[in-house]
């Protein structure tokens, strides 16, 4: 063959390529499905006193920039034991229902729920069975220094880490939760608020929670201030909540031991160390249904940030429905807890924080907030 019938060919052959590239290149037409806002269940028993607490609510879509749900209303809800007892759930804010203490939950007894919706559907959970729950036994931090780039630079980003020792106990197969909660104490000053209006001459403008008012003064200083009531928002206490499911099966266990769990952090900052950080922790007993469940959920919340999500399975739950064919997606499981708490001080950062500057918006600004004081709270 020589050159010129060489390159001759070659043409041909890209000639052809593309045609059939070119060929393949075209509209795709397929109808995408109607996008369902599922109801979402979530509820629980345990062998602590009650209330017990379902919240109903609507899922939302993947394009949505709120995480609110929609509540669903006007359900009727009841509990189910193993020996035949009942009890009606109340609704106490929408979309929240709440028992009134006739049951309590008990080891080795199982519940399950059944709903029935405004328009006459009904849903109910499979039974759970409350299984025994071994004992925490030692909660501790270990401080680690991190930084985190921002835009203006790099900057501190230390905590401290939690983990816990804890007895498997005796329950069946030892599927286990761990349920970290943090919370700390803020302190506000929104009687001191100021708002900006032209021409910029701060003025006085308490929040109404504050127990002030502004009165007249002289010309320039902003109104006076005049104490009416006590302040309903300057104290406050907020939580933070584990951002997976903490379960048994990451962890090592040494006969009947756990070793070394570690549950969650602590951020280090001036607000979080204003006063002290109280760490809750909540080891919970699950059956083997539970647990596939929250394994579930786990699986999917680490891989949601991740571009190489492994596939992890649809999450459905135990609810069933009834005389509908309206999917329910969610859980009504049943536990035993044992709880443990410590406080971690300012003492115990390894340097000294510098306190922020009165803070003048009202605490309960602060999300997950409460102005009443934690039981344990010293």
């Keep these: 063959m020589n050159l010129k019938t060489f390159f001759w060919r070659m043409k041909i052959r890209w000639v052809v390529a593309f045609v ?6 075209g509209p795709i037409d397929f109808k995408v499905p109607k996008e369902e806002f599922l109801t979402v269940v979530e509820g629980m028993i345990s062998d602590s006193p009650g209330p017990y607490t379902v919240t109903i609510s609507k899922g939302i879509s993947l394009a949505s920039d709120s995480t609110y749900r929609p509540p669903v209303t006007n359900v009727k809800v009841k509990l189910f034991d193993d020996e035949g007892n009942t009890e ?3 609704e106490v804010k929408p ?29 109910e959970s499979e039974p759970d069975k409350i299984n025994p729950v071994g004992e925490i036994e030692n909660i501790r931090y270990e401080y ?41 104490k803020v302190v506000t000053y929104p009687e001191l608020r100021m708002t ?7 003025y006085k403008d308490p929040a109404p929670c504050s127990g002030y008012i502004l ?17 309903e928002c300057c104290t406050c206490w907020v939580n933070e909540f584990e951002p997976l499911p903490q379960l048994s099966d990451t962890q090592l266990i040494s006969g009947t031991q756990f070793n070394n769990i570690k549950v969650g952090e602590v951020p280090i900052n001036e607000v979080v160390f204003y006063d002290k950080y109280m760490v809750d922790v909540e080891q919970m007993s699950l059956t083997k249904q539970a ?37 329910v997606v969610g859980i009504f499981w049943a536990s035993s807890i ?15 924080i510098v306190l922020r500057d009165s803070v003048l918006n009202p605490c309960t600004n602060y999300p997950n907030s409460s102005t009443i004081k934690p039981e344990g709270w010293e």
């Design 20 to 25: 059939l590239v070119s060929a393949c290149v």
């Design 88 to 90: 009606d759930f109340t």
């Design 95 to 123: 979309g929240v229902y709440s028992t009134g203490g006739i049951i309590q939950g008990q080891v080795g007894h199982s519940y399950y729920i059944r709903m029935e919706t405004a328009d006459g559907k009904i849903f």
């Design 144 to 184: 680690e220094a991190r930084t985190v780039v921002k835009t203006y630079g790099e900057i501190a980003a230390n905590v401290f880490k939690i983990f816990v020792d804890a007895n498997a106990g005796s329950g069946n197969g030892n599927y286990v939760r761990w349920k970290f909660t943090g919370t700390y």
């Design 196 to 202: 900006y209006t032209p021409p910029y001459t701060p």
């Design 215 to 231: 009165v007249g003064g002289p010309t320039g200083s902003g109104g006076l201030l005049e104490k009416v009531g006590e302040c």
């Design 291 to 327: 647990y596939n469940f929250f394994k579930l959920i786990r699986t999917q919340k680490q891989g949601a940030s991740s571009l190489f999500q492994p596939p992890s399975g649809e999450i459905m739950g135990n609810i069933n429905p009834v005389n509908t064919n309206e999917t």
């Design 338 to 352: 044992n709880k443990k708490s410590i406080f971690i001080l300012p003492s115990a950062v390894p340097y000294n």
